[in-house]
């Protein structure tokens, strides 16, 4: 059986890549909707989804890291692998609602770059089928979430 079985939308991308992407996914969802909980479990999960998203952030740009390796490690390519990880470190250090407002745009701006990359086919044809809903997810997540931030 084919780990591929149509062509558009998420079905175009590899099984194992859906699972886990929303997997990856639900600890978004769980910790927004966790932050208005009153008191420490609201801070907690407010600190929590920051550390979370700095964390994927970086993981993304490793994505484009490695993609970078194999196909193209020009100077431009490799430091839009690293700017991720870096404004994802500023978002957790300004903290915060303008914290989880970095990180949503850097997630968004992210995703815009990694379109760009499967233009060029620098990335597969896939990955936007990925790339979209889950950073839709994840955008929404840290918005909702900085309303009680």
Do not use: E, K
């Amino acid at each position: 059986m084919s780990v591929v079985t149509q062509t558009r939308g998420l079905g175009a991308v590899p099984r194992a890549a859906v699972w886990l992407g929303f997997a990856g996914a639900v600890p978004f969802v769980g910790l927004a909707l966790m932050s208005f909980a009153s008191g420490w479990p609201g801070l907690l999960a407010l600190s929590a989804l920051s550390a979370y998203a700095v964390a994927i952030l970086s993981f993304m740009g490793g994505v484009q890291w490695g993609m970078a390796m194999d196909r193209d490690s020009s100077p431009v390519r490799l430091a839009a692998s690293v700017v991720p990880a870096l404004v994802a470190w500023a978002g957790f250090l300004l903290g915060g609602r303008p914290g989880l407002w970095l990180l949503a745009a850097a997630f968004a701006g992210l995703l815009a770059y990694d379109l760009h990359t499967v233009r060029t086919g620098a990335a597969p044809s896939w990955y936007p089928h990925l790339r979209w809903p889950l950073t839709a997810i994840v955008v929404a997540c840290l918005l909702v979430a900085s309303v009680n931030a």
